[in-house]
């Protein structure tokens, strides 16, 4: 047994002394591929960062608990800047990557144990988009690890939500938060996800990052509701955001069209059609409500609530006449907030 | 020599018949679904071109193709789908919580790509009781679908759909404290605890109200609407309902939502005699406990005998049995009632039956789910192999007594091998109800009819308003195989001259004025008073369960606001031990106790005795004042127990 345990022993001195290699890809949504790694303190690194992703991100290596401090540090800085992080705890970082960019990243691991995070620093990702180096500390349950992004223990926790591979757009109707019980959650590319009240005919809110754990309401007998993973980046207004005319408005929720897997959600205000389609920002930064209504001959109120649209606001109120009203987009940004 | 050698094949046919299982006459077989498939079915459906569609609890609906044993997805992201129907093979319509939908495969890519909303013209709380079941479809295309009430398990959520209706409470207060006069279950927003009628252009009617948890909304072959429910307050035992438009079905918390009901009255308050005038009882009564706990789905069998001996007859599932119901159906006087009995018991069904189908080549194919209470997951076929097993095909009334059919000629039987019994089950707003009024009911006269396949019963007593439950001992056919189930429940609502008088249903006893509680002096110690002496609002005095002492015992009903008091008078001041006997099963039921009209703080906890018929002691001291003390026990939210009688005994 002893010379067993002693060519072990070598074996793993000899490991340590040469660069540990390693590849760290981004997933779109604001995830890294790993959620954390080991390495021994005092070691080599060479770790290949890719960036498969259709929007920039970096990587930043930052002393333990440090992470949010060198994330708010960073906020000053223009979107996209190359220029280098300048912060007592930052251990190693790479420049900003463009999509399909990719960069090696050699440093050494402290001497010191602990755990070490791993962020993406691009105004809005860091909130969501980091990892835990674990240098000599033993790793707990993914699915407990505080140190991990709230999505990645709970993909941990619920393996396999359902029978085909998950992939983006994805929608439930489910009970959500601030909605009325006939929400309906979206999840759609680059991590952008909403959520649209079909009790309402409205949207009610956005959020840039993962998309729901639907667990608290599948696991029994609906008694919960789905809980968010993500950042809240806009929230609706009280009002409806459309009016025709003075009259009251009776409307009435018809379903929806699956357009290559995003709904066309259909209403009717008074009986006339309304349909909204929403699609996510390319970068990954927002929605953009595209509304049709083709039958409109009134002008039509619309209230964007800190939203993007192709006219003159009063008091927070556009009118487009006819021509206008039958097809028109309101765009909500993520806006980074402290 | 011949003699014995005959006896001895006797013997040997006897031993070898003497087994029979169902699996002798039904195939189970488990159909394997999608990996990583949360596999709790809510819906079972067969398009025209054979191929069966499913909806699961996560809100996948799939298409298998039996000959290929393939599954294909074809729409996702629904919520709590809980059951679906077929208009092509490209169109399913499905219930989910917050609608009925239609789901269309316009483009013919084999998945849903229209999801049109036929219907959400009802409220929703966002409680998580208030389940939406359905739908089925009549003649003219209208679908019906079923709303379950909400339960006090939880309140509504801050946003509501739909008008909030609760006895003159607001939303605001009602969310913060919704046990305040909620009831146990619930319908705080419109038509929860109603069947619907679904035009084809999506108008939407209120149908039938007065159901707590319609699981089961399905047309037989003849045209009748069904609609099963769920054993809890107001429903003595799970029941079968056969429905028409405009009658009320029991449950009076969706009462709120009819055109000529008083805005602000509370359904709760009423008396349950009240109601009982009104409601049209249910045709079947599935016993608890030995028959079904959970009542699911009803299907007729319509495969014309491709499924065995029982065409025409009715099919219920059952969530915590391995069994499916078979319901004999029997028309009286022009009403509808009939007979319940276990169908494949332990034959290998999963637990949890909670959706059927018939396929175009006559099996049955069963879908189980659980929604984290009992039950169970997956999909399984049942074929029938071609044998008919020895079974009761028949259960009619007639003006004597019963006429049973089996489904193969009988072995001489004697009136000892029918043992009867009746028993009713209570019409208030408790939570279940025990078995009241049990009694056997002896065979006075029986008959082989001359196929030797029907039996005439003439039975002692026969009353309407009773479940009259038979046990049949050694019964065979006359090749001496037994029968397969031996015990059968017959509900008779009505006799064969139209007499459905049945006032022994309701709380007939209870008190809705309140009735003065006699004075007693204190004279020895112990001194025992029995609650008939009592005053009480609102509790019946009763004499149902036995085990009781004195003259009865009184029975709380309401959830809140009644009383039982006794009135003492003592020479002298002096602490006391108060002792109450009483019984109280399913749960427990804390009472306020009030000396003097003072409050004795911490409510006094009349906690589970296990059964209405096991009687306990619960122990309290009180300082009792010269003179008159009046003894109060009043409920405040969790009704009360049966009380017995008060003990008192100086310190």
Redesign the interface.
Known sequence: MRPLALALFTFAISISAAPLKLTLSTVPGLQFDKPRFTAEPGQAIELTFKNPDDMAHNLVFTRPGQRMAVVQATLALPPDSNRPIEHQAVLAQTRTLKPNESIVLKFTTPKARGIYPYVCTLPGHGLLMYGALYIGEPMPDLAKDTHVPPLARAKSANA?????PHRRP??????MP?????A?AVALPHGVSYCWD??QCRLRYAWIGGFVD?MPV???????LAKIIGDPFWVAPKVFPLKVGRALQKIE???????KGH?EFHYTINGLDVYEHITALPNGMGLTRHFRIPKITAPLSVTPGHGEIDAALTNGVAVLPPAKAKAFTITHHHRHQK | MKRALLSFALLLAGTALSAPSIHDYYKVETIA??????AQIGGLTFLPDGRLAACF????VYLYQPKTKE?T?FA?????PLGIMAEDNQTLVVM????L??LKDTDQDGE??????LS?QFG???N????AFGPTRDQKGNYYVGLNLASS??SI?P???GEFRHYGITREQFYLNHRAGAGRMYSAAPFRGWILKIAPDGKTTPFAPGFRSPNGVNFDNAGRLWVTDNQGDWLGTSKLFHVKEGNFYGHPASLVWTRQWEVGRNPLKVSPTEYDTQRTRAAVLFPQGSMANSPTQMLSDTTGGKFGPFAGQLLVGEMNRSRILRVLVDEVSGQTQGACLPFIDNGGLHRGMHRFAFAPDGSLWVGATH???AGGTGLQRVTWTGKTPMEISGMKLTERGFDLTFTHPLSQVEAAQFEFQRYFYKYHQSYGSPQLGKEPIAVTALETGKNERTVSLALDKLNPGYVYQLNLKNVTAKDQTPLLNTFICYTLNTLTNGDDKAPHLTTSGSSIQPIKAQSVELTKSPQILDAVIAGRKGPAFERHNSGYTGKGYADFNAGSGEYLEWLVTTKEAGKCHLTFRYAVAGGNRPLHLKLNGKLIQKPLPFNDTGSWTTWKDLSVEAALRKGENLIRLESYGASGPNVDRLTLERR
């Open positions: 396999s939500l359902h029978a085909w994805l929608m439930y109707r489910i009970f601030d909605a009325s019980p006939a309906i079909a009790g639907p599948w696991r029994g007998n609906g008694n919960g929720f018809k379903g929806y069209r699956k357009i709904p | 679904v999608p990996k990583g498939l949360d609890h996560r809100g996948e599954w997805l996702d992201g629904l919520h709590e989910q919580r917050p609608e939908t239609r849903a790509d229209h999801y049109q909303t959400d929703m709380t966002g998580y009781h208030e389940f398990g939880a959520r946003e509501i759909r929604l984290s209470w």
